[in-house]
Structure formats: C-alpha cells, structure tokens
C-alpha cells in the first residue's frame, strides 16, 4: 500500500518541505497504526493461539461460567490439553469445510461474476445514470452507490468514474460525482434494498456466534434479517447523500477548467442490442420471480413454512439458492443476448475468475473458523460474552446506549480492520451473544455492526481504493492531495454515522422487524 510520505508531489512543493497540517498528522497517525497492524489473516492466527493459551490458562485453574436462561454450567476447556488436541484434530476441517459464510458467499460470487462479465451491471448503472435530470442526478447517484454492495467491491472502481463523466455530460462538477459516487459506495456500503454476497457474509458469521447460547434455539437467522433495515435506510441514505453531494460538497469545489489529462466523455447512449438484452433480461428475471412466489404464497405451496407459515419459511432460509438463479438468469440472458459471453465456456471463465479473486477471503475464512469454533467448544465465548453483559449493565449502558457505543467501537476500528469479514469475525462471536444476554436479538446486533463497518471506510488510509480514488481525482485536478481527498470525504462520515443510528433507533424505539420474522428482542 501507499504511503502517505511516498505519494508523488504533483506540484513544486514537496511534502518535506510543506508544514503538515493538523489533518496530514492525524492521517499519519492513523497510516502508523494501521501499518502496524499484520495481515488479518496473521492477525487471526495470532488471536487463535492466544486464544489457546487462555483457554488453556482458565481450563487449569477450574473456571466455569453458569449459562444464563439455564440451570447449566459450564467449564472452560483448553486447547493445549489432551481433551483440545484430540478436539482441533478430528474437527480442523469440519471447522472450515462447514463455516457458514464460505459456501453462500461464494454462491453469489458466482452468479454476480457471470453478470458483471457479461456486462450487465455496468450497463444498467450507465442507462439510469445517463438518463437522470441534472437536478436528480446526485440523489439518483447516491442511491444506486448504496447498493453497491450487490456487486462487491467493484462498485468503488467502476462507479466513481463513470459518475465523474454522468456528471460531466449534465454540466456538474465531475469532481463531485466523482468523490460522491466513492463516497456514497463506502459510507452506505451495508445499505441497500438489494442482496448481495455481503449479506450471506454477515448472516453465516452472526448465526455461528449466536449458537453459543441456549436462546439462539427457535431464532430464524436468515439472509433477511436485516431487509426491512438495509431496504429503508439506502433510500434514506441516498436522499442524503444526494444533498451532501448537490448541495455541501459540489459548491465547494473550485470553478471547474477541463484539463488535458482528461478521460474523454463517453456515449453512453445504449445501442439497439444492448436495449434488447435489458428488456430480455428484465422478462426472464420478472418470469423468474414470479415462478419463486407462485411456490411461496398459495396455500400448500411447497415453500411456505410449518403450518403452512410465510415467515418462517424454506424460502428465506433459502434464499441464497434463489437469489443465485436470480443473477445468473440475469447475467445469461444479458450475455448471450449482447454476445459478451462465448458460450457455455465463457459462464466458466466468468465463475472460475470471480472465484479466483476470493482466494485471499477463501484463506482468512479458514482461520476465523478456527478462532470462532475455539471460542464455542472452550465456552470462552459464553464466559466473554456473559462478562461483556455485566460490564454494560454495571455502567448503565443497555439498551440502545450500548448500541450506540457498539457502533462507535467498530467504526474506529474499521480505520485500521477495513475488511467487514474479518472485522465481523473478530467482535461477532463477542457482542451477539452479549447483547443476547441483554434482551437484544442478533438481528439487531448485526444491524448496528452494518453501520459501523460502513461509515468510516472512506477516510482511512488502510482503504486502498481511497489511493485508487486520488489517481483518478488527479486527471481533473493534478494538484489534488491525499489530505484534500479525505477533507472532502470526511463530508460524508458523520452525517450518515448520525442518520444510520437515528433510523436504527427508530426501529428500536418503535420495535420495528429489521427483516421478516426478524425482532428487534429475543422473541
């Protein structure tokens, strides 16, 4: 990764003779401290065998932690006794094979990797973008931004760029579409009203750190849970990025002058075939989810629940097999109709590559499932999460107090743990069954996390997109600095930290579902 010491001066003066201002020193100290952080697949590795040695510590000194809701108490077993030997021997591999995230991420991975090579959703952003009022432009930018978790991390590379050019094209400021799209993609990155493979992240990790308690029995955690949530919230967070984008950061910006490092305006006027592969693709994806219903909601249909229930139901609980018919249905019909897939040959190719790119999460997953099944079989985790609880309660934070206090721990912790994955893993198997002992449900536990792990993404130099997003700010502004780039990012921070937690807290205060058959209590 860069440094902020080793970015290239673009003017005549160079950063060891500029005086560093406020911001270049708490950026530094944030590089420093990031940079001192390993690689979080070392930095579960370590925690493991910390893990092992404490475990190990409290199993020898006979401690035991009573069960709360049952009679039952349970002893802590470590690792480095004959009884966890013989424990990670038989069940280092059951431990990954079976982690849930692994098999539904990789899922959508697929399917969202068929869709993104044959083109799709680049075109549909190009086509509703294009298409928007200059006075619409930034609210429709920031909606579609929040849900750019759809399509992964991709969103912060293709969409910043095409937003500068959109905005360009309108007569706006490219700049402002440029740093807003990026903005938005980050700040609102767990928003949304679409699924992606971030959900099917979230909810295998929330459901493995649940099951440490006796009252994760008869709890439906699925890949909704946190719908109603994600779905109200982007459009929240899209009308207000929209005014931060028009109205705070566009009027801001010095009196735009073309340069001649420019990228050149594009057409983004859709051709005739690329218009009958989204009118295809539309058909075959209404026809599809169509078909899902008409076996979910007539009565005996065979995805309704026990007792012929909606929610609970096989459908939502599996949701991630439809979802993945859904986008591969998509990506095919849009692939096959433009002829950006060659045959059956180039589905494999999409899979294979987008597969590829998940080697990295595909080795930190295997160590997580190392740390988070240790914590279940020592019963360190219940003896955490049960000291955890009568921490907050002891200070008087419960209730949505310790929600709030939740949030802000993992949003200074997402400046320097920037991967959600990682950052889920490490505090889940903690704060779910925590604030289970408080009365609170999961869902609303992963709820809070989502806002957290979001928020302060975008002003961390351990981001690297954010050094991506300096190159390309260079081409309209070649004196732009990493400092002005976080300045102008920051904009975003705190403002969606705020009105993320009010919309949380109106769930809370009214005791809205986050998601079907989701509550906001153990119910």
Not at 332 to 349: H, I, Q, R
Not at 410 to 434: D, K, Q, T, Y
Not at 491 to 501: N, S
Request: proline content about 7%; some cysteine.
């Amino acid at each position: 990764m860069s440094s902020l010491t080793n970015l290239p001066a673009p003017d005549s003066e160079s950063p060891d003779t500029r005086r560093p201002t406020r911001l270049d020193r708490a950026l530094s100290l944030i590089e420093r401290a990031g940079n001192a952080l390993p690689n979080p697949i070392l930095l579960f590795t370590g925690l493991f065998v910390l893990l092992a040695v404490i475990s190990t510590a409290l199993a020898l000194a006979d401690v035991s932690v009573a069960v709360p809701g049952t009679d039952e108490t349970k002893a802590i077993t470590g690792l480095f006794t004959g009884e966890g030997v013989r424990w990670l021997t038989e069940n280092l591999i059951t431990n990954f094979a079976t982690f849930p995230p692994i098999a539904a991420v990789l899922l959508m991975i697929m399917a969202v990797g068929v869709a993104e090579k044959a083109g799709l959703l680049e075109t549909v952003m190009r086509a509703t973008l294009a298409r928007a009022p200059r006075a619409v432009l930034p609210y429709l930018l920031a909606l579609i931004a929040c849900q750019a978790h759809m399509i992964s991390d991709v969103a912060a590379i293709v969409l910043p760029p095409l937003a500068a050019v959109v905005f360009k094209s309108a007569g706006r400021h490219p700049v402002a579409g440029l740093i807003g799209g990026f903005a938005c993609v980050g700040a609102g990155y767990a928003a949304g009203f679409t699924i992606g493979s971030l959900d099917a992240l979230y909810i295998g990790i929330t459901q493995q750190a649940a099951s440490v308690l006796p009252a994760a029995e008869g709890l439906d955690l699925n890949l909704l849970i946190n719908y109603f949530f994600t779905a109200s919230s982007s459009l929240v967070l899209g009308l207000l990025g929209g005014f931060l984008i028009s109205r705070v950061l566009e009027p801001r910006l010095a009196p735009y002058e073309p340069t001649a490092d420019e990228p050149d305006e594009p057409d983004f006027t859709l051709t005739p075939v690329q218009r009958r592969g989204l009118l295809f693709t539309a058909l075959v994806v209404v026809l599809y989810a169509g078909a899902v219903l008409s076996l979910w909601l007539p009565e005996g249909a065979p995805l309704r629940g026990e007792g012929g229930a909606l929610v609970p139901s096989p459908l939502l609980t599996g949701v991630v097999p439809v979802l993945f018919g859904a986008f591969l249905l998509a990506g095919l019909t849009y692939g096959f109709t433009v002829k950006a897939l060659a045959g059956s040959e180039g589905v494999v190719t999409a899979m294979t590559d987008s597969v590829k790119n998940m080697s990295g999460y595909i080795v930190l997953m295997f160590v997580a499932a190392q740390v988070i099944a240790l914590f279940n079989w020592s019963n360190v985790g219940i003896l955490l999460a049960v000291k955890a609880a009568a921490g907050l309660d002891s200070i008087g934070l419960t209730g949505f107090w310790a929600l709030i206090a939740f949030v802000l721990l993992a949003s200074c912790l997402n400046l320097f743990i920037v991967s959600g994955s990682a950052l889920w893993s490490l505090v889940g198997p903690v704060f779910v069954p925590a604030f289970m002992l408080l009365g609170m449900s999961p869902a609303l536990s992963q709820a809070a996390f989502r806002i957290g792990d979001s928020a302060t993404g975008i002003i961390t130099p351990m981001n690297p997109y954010v050094f991506l997003l300096l190159a390309m700010l260079r081409q309209y502004e070649p004196e732009a600095r990493l400092g002005t780039l976080i300045s102008r990012l920051s904009i975003f921070t705190v403002p969606f930290l705020v009105v993320w937690l009010a919309i949380l807290g109106i769930f809370y205060g009214f005791d809205l579902p986050l998601g079907p058959g989701a509550h906001i209590g153990l119910k």
